[in-house]
């Protein structure tokens, strides 16, 4: 919701849940409208065991994340870390990552990407998704990554 004075307030049962490629559950709470084009908030989760987001690069954004509960596994530089609930972990511009929930119980966490134009891959993805029943073709998905400064550089990590 957008107030007259410019306050936006999203509760928590609004935003657009959107289909990931790589499974995990996402809403989009705050995207370029609502924030200027500052940056893009989203909320996730992703159950035990989850380990399939790829070694990516975000060429012209920063990517952050902020754990709400469970433990959200970050491999960012060559380096894994934990990071657990209350915590937050920023992946600068140009830093190869990927994400998982190793641990047995589901995690939840806020992504912030800035600026917020270079977090619509997500809803790119979603449409292609919807338009080819999930199997979706590999140099259109390519080319939504491009267009967005995202690449995949690598299989997942080994958790």
């Given at each position: 919701?957008?107030?007259?004075?410019g306050?936006?307030?999203?509760?928590?049962?609004?935003?657009?849940?959107?289909?990931?490629?790589?499974?995990?559950?996402?809403?989009i709470?705050?995207?370029?409208?609502?924030?200027?084009?500052?940056?893009?908030?989203?909320?996730?989760?992703?159950?035990?065991?989850?380990?399939?987001?790829?070694?990516?690069?975000?060429?012209?954004?920063?990517?952050?994340?902020?754990?709400l509960?469970?433990?959200?596994?970050?491999?960012?530089?060559?380096?894994?870390?934990?990071?657990?609930?209350?915590?937050?972990?920023?992946?600068?511009?140009?830093?190869?990552?990927?994400?998982?929930?190793?641990?047995?119980?589901?995690?939840r966490?806020?992504?912030?990407?800035?600026p917020?134009?270079?977090?619509?891959?997500?809803?790119?993805?979603?449409?292609?998704l919807?338009?080819?029943?999930?199997?979706?073709?590999?140099?259109?998905?390519?080319?939504?990554?491009?267009?967005?400064?995202?690449?995949?550089v690598?299989?997942?990590?080994?958790?």
């Amino acid at each position: 919701m957008v107030t007259e004075r410019g306050l936006v307030v999203v509760a928590p049962d609004e935003g657009r849940e959107v289909v990931r490629l790589n499974g995990e559950r996402t809403v989009i709470k705050a995207g370029r409208e609502a924030t200027c084009g500052a940056y893009a908030v989203r909320e996730n989760g992703a159950p035990p065991g989850y380990a399939s987001v790829p070694l990516h690069i975000h060429r012209s954004a920063e990517e952050a994340f902020y754990v709400l509960s469970g433990r959200l596994a970050v491999q960012a530089g060559g380096v894994r870390v934990d990071v657990e609930a209350g915590s937050f972990a920023l992946v600068p511009r140009g830093m190869v990552h990927a994400l998982a929930n190793p641990g047995a119980e589901p995690v939840r966490w806020l992504t912030l990407i800035s600026p917020a134009d270079r977090s619509e891959w997500v809803e790119a993805e979603h449409e292609l998704l919807l338009a080819s029943d999930g199997e979706p073709d590999p140099d259109a998905l390519a080319a939504i990554h491009r267009r967005y400064g995202l690449e995949i550089v690598g299989p997942p990590p080994r958790w």
